[in-house]
């Protein structure tokens, strides 16, 4: 299993202390005291399965639980400004799913990178936390491994977040178009194209991409990334994971059962320039589920980039609604 070397610790460090506590200052402005107890981030590692997880949590323990899930090529880093917003008033815990972030990336030849696998992992880790009833924020890869979640444990979720995460056909871009070649024909030669998608400027296309103003886009966010990705085996994960993305079309029309069955509370948070999850994948949303609301933001795929502030004020008034 791969452990949290020195290096990579000092990275973190340095980019809480550069970027996210100045940010919770400009956020919240209640007394000083207040915003410590109110905005203090805690760092922990869970074993799940035999793997450790890392998480970020903040907020009251007694509150309402959210469960963050964050996507491709990122990891709960992706939180940083949204957290200290909803931890005014609820319990926001945001895992690192295996093989991201800070989460155990055991070598893809001794475990199966697959979202079926990445559920289970969450299971493990909403079962070892105890989580008993949650809010889900999904996002890219979060959403159909929250998906999973829901459709398991329906009697658990009190609402769902959509941000750009899709469960329709209808919101895949032709951007797909070189991955769902690997899944019709997985051969060595498409799955080492895929490879081109954790190059440097792949990372930055899915930051910038549809963002009128880049100069909101911290450096921070795709470096880390792209340290991440550089690890030795790291590209061989997300190139499975890649091929795999296909099982989670597969599941699209159980996940829209779900949707018309269980009519969860569903907001749907959408950068509406996403070059990989169109508009029309928010919108289909509504078709199933009375109970959507969808919202559109002028940005990118990473609209919490850029729109950390108007999202988390939309959620903190959505989360209102919702059962205890």
Request: net charge neutral.
């Amino acid at each position: 299993m791969k452990s949290i070397t020195k290096t990579k610790w000092q990275i973190i460090l340095l980019l809480i202390l550069g970027r996210v506590l100045p940010l919770h200052a400009q956020q919240i402005n209640p007394t000083k005291n207040n915003q410590m107890k109110t905005t203090a981030i805690h760092y922990n590692n869970i074993k799940v399965n035999d793997l450790n997880i890392f998480y970020r949590e903040a907020g009251p323990k007694d509150a309402p639980v959210i469960l963050l899930l964050h996507g491709y090529p990122t990891s709960s880093f992706m939180f940083r400004k949204l957290i200290p917003i909803l931890a005014t008033q609820y319990r926001v815990i945001a895992p690192d799913l295996p093989g991201f972030g800070f989460s155990d990336a055991p070598d893809h030849t001794k475990y199966s990178y697959t979202f079926d696998n990445l559920a289970k992992a969450m299971q493990g880790f909403i079962d070892n936390l105890k989580l008993k009833r949650f809010a889900v924020y999904i996002f890219d890869y979060g959403a159909p491994t929250g998906l999973r979640l829901a459709l398991a444990n329906p009697e658990k979720i009190t609402g769902i977040i959509s941000q750009n995460g899709n469960a329709y056909e209808e919101g895949l871009s032709t951007a797909w178009n070189p991955i769902q070649k690997a899944w019709n024909d997985p051969s060595q030669e498409n799955k080492d194209a895929l490879k081109a998608f954790v190059s440097l400027d792949m990372v930055k296309f899915q930051y910038e991409t549809g963002v009128t103003d880049k100069s909101l886009i911290e450096p921070e966010a795709y470096t880390f990334d792209k340290h991440i990705l550089d690890l030795p085996g790291h590209a061989d994960i997300q190139v499975d994971l890649m091929v795999d993305y296909k099982s989670n079309v597969v599941l699209y029309p159980k996940f829209q059962a779900y949707f018309r069955d269980k009519k969860p509370k569903l907001l749907a948070v959408w950068g509406k320039n996403d070059p990989f999850f169109l508009p029309a994948g928010a919108e289909a949303y509504k078709r199933d589920n009375p109970n959507a609301k969808v919202k559109f933001y002028d940005t990118g795929h990473f609209a919490l980039e850029t729109h950390a502030q108007e999202i988390g004020a939309d959620i903190l008034d959505f989360m209102k609604d919702l059962p205890k």
